[in-house]
């Protein structure tokens, strides 16, 4: 909300209100004259009186929803021009190396060993473009409701213990370990659970590092199966954790933040999770960290 637009509010919030604490004081006043003359004229007050304090409640909370609705468009329009200015720059970085290593490899007479070594990291960075190009397009189709969901029974243990693997082996260390606690099958949209867990490691990787070891873990209570990550990082302060994921929502400012990121990976893993008929929660790790845990 622009600053001249919420003065023009408050200013006339503040006169309403005003005039009708006016108006009702000099009813009051009309009120007790007309008590020493009229009955029924009395009662006639009495009635302009109680109508004129429910019109005055419907406004006092009008003006209230409206100021709560602009507050809210204020801060999803903060948002998305921090997701503009994510976007710009995470599209920038993979699109500047591959032309960089193309060029490289144009302008150099490299051995052959090192022209694949080239060709292979332009291809990574491109695969990096392709999943930010993706995420975005995941987002509208979450926005228009255009996003359809197909269930198929599989194995959850064997989908995670591959997604720990492969990204074990691309770091170089096991920094991630599974807990299981007994092997689960569900009946869900495997592409979109994968997702989920892909985005709580690389939102993990980011904020807590590969120092400590993030924690995959999966268990059944009830009826219910629970999974999702534990790490050790800074955490979440509990202003923010209301906000983690909503779209757009980053927690560093653009302008000097130091982690890549558009801000769409837990949207989407909370969208993906509530499609499936489950709900994506967070939860302070103690004494230090972040739990992220589907529950289905």
Known sequence: ??????????????????????WGFHLIQITKELQAY????????????????VFFSILIFGLWRIKTSIRKDHQLTERQNNFLLSVTHELKTPLASTKLYLQTLIKRDFTTEKREELLQKAIVENQRLEEIVESILTAARLENRTLKIHRERFNLNELIIALVDNYNLTSGRNWIVFEPSLKVEIEADAFMIKTILRNLIENAYKYAGSSEHLVVFLRKENNHIKFGTRDTGPGITKEMQKEVFKKFFRIENEETRSQKGTGLGLFIASEFARLNGGKLAYHSNKPQGSIFEITL
């Open 38 to 53: 009229n009955k029924a004229a009395n009662n006639k007050a009495v009635m302009v009186v109680g109508e004129g304090l």
């Open 1 to 22: 909300m622009k600053r001249q637009t919420a003065l023009f509010f408050y200013i006339l919030g503040i006169y309403v209100v005003l005039q009708f604490i006016w």
